[in-house]
């Protein structure tokens, strides 16, 4: 066993190649994909990422089948930035989806504006959503397309489903949270413990940065001191404290969340668990998602701390009318689901497969 001083003496050997390695580094920002803005309303972007590469025929019948057929719209979570999805070369679902042949839609949120407190559920599925949708089956000529929604995005995916089966062929839900009455689901625990009017009523929106002290209370010692004591080791190469300061970049990208939004997501889903129970209602209609006939790919983490796995397999039970249905359980977190390379190819199978099949 190593005595403690020479521990310190190798800690500060990492510290200052650490610092060596950040005095090379020309950027740590994000380095996405090219993509076109097809459509902006207020904060909202729709963005369509062309093809990277060219056709090419010995292999490509199933993904001509893809391309030909329907467009592929992911929608992301109100929280944090959907370039996570599309990190840099190597890290990118968005990148392997273009590289299997899919095309590519992508809903940004943005960042609202201290003027939009008063958006809720209703604008941004029957509103924000519903227009992305229309601008993507448009640009697309496509009569139908297929839903990806990651973390709240898909709890707004399977509204949307419910609301408008006409416009949605097939629903792919990712690391979506469901039951939020499961055990060990902390984070609706201590968000049904919080007044949420009364911070709305202090600030109007909730603050990103409350968010993301939130989240860190999760796991306060790895997210904490472990990763700060961590923090040297993953300074040393220069490829691999790109990655780590472009993910901490993300992390703390933490937009507002407008204040009505966050009331009426804390009290229909996570206080009256409005999915499994029939009782969500967005704007003036109730939504069951049990009436979901599409066809749908449930993909969620093993170690997931934000969403059980429990809560997002749950979906299985919920979903009574659907023509099909397909689970996934990914060997990693609620980000590692999709951003490690091995996790990132399983659910890149997995969807080519979903959207081969015939419905």
Same mark, same amino acid.
């Given at each position: 066993?190593?005595?403690?001083?020479?521990?310190? &003496?190798?800690?500060?050997? &990492?510290?200052?190649?650490?610092?060596?390695?950040?005095?090379?580094? *020309?950027? %740590?920002? $994000?380095?996405?994909?090219?993509?076109?803005?097809?459509?902006q309303i207020d904060s909202m972007t729709l963005r369509y990422y062309p093809s990277q590469k060219p056709s090419q025929k010995p292999s490509q019948s199933a993904n001509e089948n893809i391309k030909s057929a329907r467009p592929l719209l992911i929608c992301y979570a109100l929280i944090n930035r959907p370039y996570i999805l599309d990190l840099e070369p190597g890290r990118s679902l968005v990148r392997d989806l273009l590289d299997a042949g899919h095309s590519v839609?992508?809903?940004?949120?943005?960042?609202?504006?201290?003027?939009?407190r008063y958006l809720g559920l209703d604008d941004y599925i029957n509103d924000y959503l519903h227009t992305a949708v229309r601008a993507t089956l448009k640009h697309a000529e496509s009569a139908q397309l297929d839903l990806l929604g990651v973390c709240?995005?898909?709890?707004?995916?399977?509204?949307?489903?419910?609301?408008? $089966?006409?416009?949605?062929?097939?629903? %792919?839900?990712?690391?979506?949270?469901?039951?939020?009455?499961?055990?060990?689901?902390?984070?609706?625990?201590?968000?049904? *413990?919080?007044?949420?009017?009364?911070?709305?009523?202090?600030?109007?929106?909730?603050?990103? *940065?409350? +968010? @993301?002290? !939130?989240?860190?209370?999760?796991?306060?010692?790895?997210?904490?001191?472990?990763?700060? !004591?961590?923090?040297?080791?993953? +300074?040393? @190469?220069?490829?691999?404290?790109?990655?780590?300061? &472009?993910?901490?970049?993300?992390?703390?990208?933490?937009?507002?969340?407008?204040? #009505?939004?966050? %009331?009426?997501?804390?009290?229909?889903?996570?206080? #009256?668990?409005?999915?499994?129970?029939?009782?969500?209602?967005?704007?003036?209609?109730?939504?069951? %998602?049990?009436?979901?006939?599409?066809?749908?790919?449930?993909?969620?983490?093993?170690?997931?701390? +934000?969403? $059980? $796995?429990?809560?997002?397999?749950?979906?299985?039970?919920?979903?009574?009318?659907?023509?099909?249905?397909?689970? +996934?359980?990914? @060997?990693?977190?609620?980000?590692?689901?999709?951003?490690?390379?091995?996790?990132?190819?399983?659910?890149?199978?997995?969807?080519?497969?979903? &959207?081969?099949?015939?419905?």
């Amino acid at each position: 066993m190593q005595s403690f001083s020479e521990q310190l &003496r190798q800690h500060q050997q &990492r510290l200052a190649q650490a610092l060596e390695t950040l005095g090379t580094l *020309e950027s %740590i920002e $994000p380095a996405p994909l090219p993509a076109e803005t097809l459509l902006q309303i207020d904060s909202m972007t729709l963005r369509y990422y062309p093809s990277q590469k060219p056709s090419q025929k010995p292999s490509q019948s199933a993904n001509e089948n893809i391309k030909s057929a329907r467009p592929l719209l992911i929608c992301y979570a109100l929280i944090n930035r959907p370039y996570i999805l599309d990190l840099e070369p190597g890290r990118s679902l968005v990148r392997d989806l273009l590289d299997a042949g899919h095309s590519v839609y992508l809903i940004d949120w943005g960042y609202p504006k201290a003027t939009d407190r008063y958006l809720g559920l209703d604008d941004y599925i029957n509103d924000y959503l519903h227009t992305a949708v229309r601008a993507t089956l448009k640009h697309a000529e496509s009569a139908q397309l297929d839903l990806l929604g990651v973390c709240q995005g898909g709890v707004f995916s399977l509204c949307y489903a419910a609301l408008y $089966p006409h416009h949605v062929e097939k629903l %792919i839900t990712l690391v979506t949270p469901v039951d939020t009455e499961v055990d060990n689901f902390t984070l609706a625990q201590m968000v049904r *413990e919080v007044n949420i009017e009364a911070l709305v009523a202090t600030r109007g929106n909730i603050a990103g *940065e409350l +968010l @993301n002290q !939130l989240y860190a209370s999760l796991k306060p010692l790895e997210l904490g001191i472990a990763k700060q !004591l961590s923090l040297a080791k993953n +300074l040393t @190469n220069k490829r691999a404290a790109r990655t780590f300061l &472009r993910m901490e970049h993300w992390l703390n990208d933490s937009p507002d969340i407008t204040g #009505r939004s966050a %009331i009426e997501f804390a009290e229909g889903f996570f206080k #009256r668990n409005g999915l499994v129970n029939g009782t969500l209602k967005i704007g003036d209609r109730e939504v069951d %998602i049990g009436q979901i006939k599409q066809p749908v790919l449930n993909a969620y983490g093993s170690k997931d701390h +934000l969403v $059980p $796995p429990a809560s997002a397999a749950a979906l299985r039970d919920v979903l009574t009318s659907t023509e099909a249905y397909t689970e +996934l359980e990914l @060997n990693g977190g609620h980000i590692g689901a999709f951003i490690s390379s091995r996790t990132r190819s399983q659910l890149v199978k997995a969807i080519n497969e979903f &959207r081969h099949e015939s419905s």
